[in-house]
């Protein structure tokens, strides 16, 4: 019964056009944090991972404030800090294979 009352009461702050404040931002932050998810697995591209599980963060906390408080926003939440931690430990794992490598000396005949 609460959950439906809290449902109820965030659809009667309903913007002019009948949209609701926060969700675009709450969309936004679940895409980014798929898309960071995602990215891991392709090298060096896991820096932009961070970044956007970072942008995915700020969307996430920014849709909270508007007053949207839903599944979406939890998700895109979540997803945000995974995609934000595992960008940076696989981009780290990447740098130190780099430097191994260059230690080993493999990468000096190219």
């Known amino acids: 019964m609460q959950q439906q009352n809290n449902n109820q ?3 009667d702050n309903q913007g002019p056009n009948g949209e609701i404040p926060g969700k675009n931002q709450a969309v936004a932050s679940l895409v980014l944090g798929i898309i960071s998810v995602v990215l891991w697995f392709f090298g060096y591209s896991a820096i932009i991972s961070v970044i956007l599980g970072v942008i ?3 969307l996430a906390s920014k849709s ?3 007053g949207f408080d ?3 926003r939890t998700a895109g939440f ?3 800090i995974i995609g934000t931690i595992g960008g940076a430990f696989f981009f780290i794992a ?3 294979c780099v430097g191994m490598l260059g230690i080993a000396g493999i990468g000096a005949g190219m």
């Open 94 to 96: 990447c740098v130190a």
């Open 56 to 58: 995915g963060l700020v």
């Open 64 to 66: 909270k404030e508007a």
């Open 78 to 80: 979540v997803l945000s």
């Open 9 to 11: 009461n965030m659809y």
């Open 70 to 72: 839903g599944g979406l």
